[in-house]
């Protein structure tokens, strides 16, 4: 592989380079000069694996470098390195995560070779063919295709489990919509519900997840299984008064008792008619049904969300939990979050659970529930029996 380091000062090229060496890195280029670092990488970009970013350097900055990676379609490892603060290097690592660049870490100077040796580590660990395949298009639905989704069936369920932090149990399973597509294969609600809501189908969309989610439900129950049911409803659902009668109907077909859905809000678009919504909301409370703010901290949601409406749930999004026992921001926003909702009387699901690490750190702070992949990736419905007794063996 070729690594390449960019940094205005030779010593820290130097220091890096006998660091990687002595990790058995090969094929190491250093550049102090930040332009022609740029014409290196334009002309061999496919052969860089893995690359070195200082921020800080006169005339092309490590800003602008990430900027011009994104724009070639750099899809190696990239490690970004800077004297300044660390909240300055975390705004730089999410940035170049929202220009979808594969961000290993962001480390402060000086670098030692322990942190190269977890640098390392981690770019072994990204999934075969990352680094070398191109990245496709990403295809979008209107709404003529969701409505013959709709209508047609294609629209289905995955369920990730959530379990107590206390005791390992499940509790509750959050049921995610999928777009079972014909000819496109398995395709995520970001490519499609945007334009549902825009298209005025989130009614219809809302529920065909919910019957299929409290259906998955009535075949665990036959076995025994009684979990938490939780599914997401758009801002546009709340406006429409009939969504507490559609929500009674499906859980009498399915005899589901009401106490054992859980539906999640997520603001993804400022509230448009607070009564309306408030309306809604107090009404399902008051039939058992209990309501969870998805995602805190992101999107339009707010402390003034938590003042106003009856939530008995609060989700902390994954971007605060994943990382946070090695984040001081993230996990300052995490442990104020869990101890708000304590405060309220909320139960906190901590969602982005990934690893070890943020077990560890989302159970010491107080969290009441896991969701994320160091418990288990969405699955389909029907392999949640079989989930569930390996995860009991290891528990």
């Known amino acids: 592989?070729?690594?390449?380091?960019?940094?205005?000062?030779?010593?820290?090229?130097?220091?890096?380079?006998?660091?990687?060496?002595?990790?058995?890195?090969t094929g190491i280029e250093g550049h102090a000069d930040s332009s022609a670092a740029l014409a290196a990488i334009a002309d061999n970009l496919a052969a860089i694996t893995l690359l070195f970013c200082d921020l800080q350097m006169p005339?092309?900055?490590?800003i602008e470098i990430v900027r011009h990676l994104a724009s070639l379609g750099y899809r190696g490892g990239l490690v970004l390195i800077s004297g300044e603060d660390a909240r300055i290097l975390n705004s730089a690592s999410e940035l170049a995560r929202v220009l979808k660049l594969n961000v290993l870490t962001a480390l402060q100077k000086?670098?030692?070779?322990?942190?190269?040796?977890?640098?390392?580590?981690?770019?072994?660990?990204?999934?075969?063919?990352?680094?070398?395949?191109?990245?496709?298009?990403?295809r979008t639905y209107n709404?003529?295709?969701?409505?013959?989704?709709?209508?047609?069936?294609?629209?289905?369920?995955?369920?990730?489990?959530?379990?107590?932090?206390?005791?390992?149990?499940?509790?509750?399973?959050?049921?995610?919509?999928?777009w079972q597509h014909p000819q496109d294969g398995l395709v995520f609600p970001d490519q499609?519900?945007?334009?549902?809501?825009?298209?005025?189908?989130?009614?219809?969309?809302?529920?065909?997840?919910?019957?299929a989610s409290l259906r998955s439900a009535a075949a665990w129950a036959s076995l025994g299984l009684h979990p938490q049911i939780s599914v997401n409803i758009s801002m546009d659902n709340l406006i429409s008064t009939g969504l507490v009668?559609?929500?009674?109907?499906?859980?009498?077909?399915?005899?589901?008792?009401?106490?054992?859905?859980?539906?999640?809000?997520t603001e993804s678009r400022v509230m448009q008619n607070e009564a309306a919504a408030l309306d809604v909301l107090l009404r399902l409370r008051l039939k058992r049904i209990g309501l969870s703010i998805d995602d805190f901290g992101t999107g339009h949601s707010s402390l003034a969300q938590l003042r106003d409406l009856p939530f008995s749930e609060l989700k902390i999004d994954r971007g605060f939990v994943h990382g946070a026992a090695h984040d001081l921001a993230r996990g300052s926003i995490c442990s104020a979050s869990m101890r708000l909702a304590r405060e309220l009387g909320l139960s906190v699901v901590a969602e982005g659970v990934e690893d070890q690490p943020d077990w560890d750190y989302a159970r010491i702070a107080g969290c009441d529930i896991a969701q994320g992949y160091f418990v288990a990736r969405p699955m389909p419905p029907e392999k949640l029996p079989a989930w569930l007794t390996d995860w009991n063996a290891q528990r």
Do not use: C, W
């Not at 322990?114 to 070398?132: E, I, N, Q, S, Y």
């Open 192 to 211: 499609f519900i945007a334009e549902a809501e825009a298209a005025g189908l989130m009614d219809a969309f809302t529920q065909s997840v919910l019957r």
């Open 59 to 62: 005339g092309v900055d490590g």
């Open 1 to 25: 592989m070729t690594t390449l380091i960019v940094d205005d000062d030779p010593f820290v090229i130097k220091l890096l380079t006998r660091q990687l060496a002595s990790l058995g890195v």
């Open 110 to 138: 000086p670098v030692t070779v322990a942190h190269l040796g977890d640098v390392l580590t981690k770019l072994a660990a990204m999934p075969t063919g990352t680094l070398a395949a191109p990245r496709a298009a990403r």
């Open 143 to 178: 709404g003529d295709e969701i409505t013959q989704a709709l209508t047609r069936g294609e629209i289905i369920v995955y369920a990730q489990p959530q379990v107590s932090f206390a005791d390992r149990h499940l509790v509750g399973v959050e049921m995610l919509a999928r």
């Open 245 to 265: 009668a559609m929500v009674e109907a499906e859980l009498n077909q399915t005899g589901i008792p009401a106490s054992q859905l859980t539906l999640e809000v």
